[in-house]
């Protein structure tokens, strides 16, 4: 103040606080956004390690003679279970596969599972 007149090139109190508010408001929500898009990030990143984990280990199996498929050696990968049932029909006989690959989303510790199934008939995989 000058005289008893505000100064046009200085800024008040409440102006200073307004401001402050907003660019802490405008800062906390980039930053919010930023950890949800990396805890987005890790779990994509684990869904997809189960996914390839199960598919590994399916075109391993698959890959195997009819009489094979569920014999030893056995696969191991971590996380990832499977398991060989076969069906006798009359004319044909089939291997169905089972194969569970867990995964877990740290951001809620819980524990998801991705499963994949296939067939081998013994007509066809000799």
Known sequence: MHG?????????????????????LTLAAFIS?????????VISENRMEAVHNA???ME??????????????KISVS???YSVVEVVYPEYKIKNILVT???VNPAGSITSFFVLTGSMSSELHQ
Not at 33 to 41: N, Y
Not at 65 to 72: D, E, K, P, Q, R
């Open 4 to 24: 008893g007149k505000m100064s046009a090139r200085a800024f008040t109190l409440v102006e200073v606080v307004v401001a402050t508010t907003l660019m802490i």
């Open 33 to 41: 956004a930023f950890v949800m898009a990396k805890k987005s990030a």
């Open 55 to 57: 598919r590994n280990v």
């Open 60 to 73: 391993q199996l698959l890959t195997r003679t009819y009489t094979n498929v569920g014999a030893s050696p």
């Open 79 to 81: 996380n990832v279970t």
């Open 101 to 103: 690959s867990k995964w």
